[in-house]
């Protein structure tokens, strides 16, 4: 992108907080949309890139670290906010009494985990409407 954009414009880029701050609910997900890029559709590895403002890997981080978002807002973003975009905030998007039991055990603590290692966690479970999908 940075060939397209040039330097400033790139480094500008995902200016999140400053919406956040003036009360924009802010959503994540990833555009991918091809099995060729398929590892980057994982919501960690968003989570980590939206925190370190750069990709595992990368040593430079991306201007504006101000723009460092905290895990609490990405996962807002990444659940509840992309809920209340849909409409469908009263029966997803928060465990909540009365919603859909759509939720993933976790391999690690995302609070406690180190960052540069968020993009390595592994759902252990997976429940879709108090089923379970998946177990680890």
Known sequence: AKEYLGEERFNSMYAFNQMIEAGVEVNYSSDVVDNEDFDMASPF???????????????????????????????????????????????????????????????NNIFEIDPEKIHEIKAELIMFEGEVLYEA
């Open 45 to 107: 590895l968003g989570i980590q890139a939206g925190h370190m403002r750069k990709l595992p890997g990368e040593n430079k981080v991306r201007e504006r670290i101000e723009e460092s978002l905290s895990i609490e807002d990405l996962l807002l973003g990444y659940t509840i906010n992309n809920a209340k975009s849909l409409g469908d905030a009263h029966r997803i998007g928060s465990l909540e009494e009365g919603k859909r039991a759509n939720l993933n055990i976790l391999s």
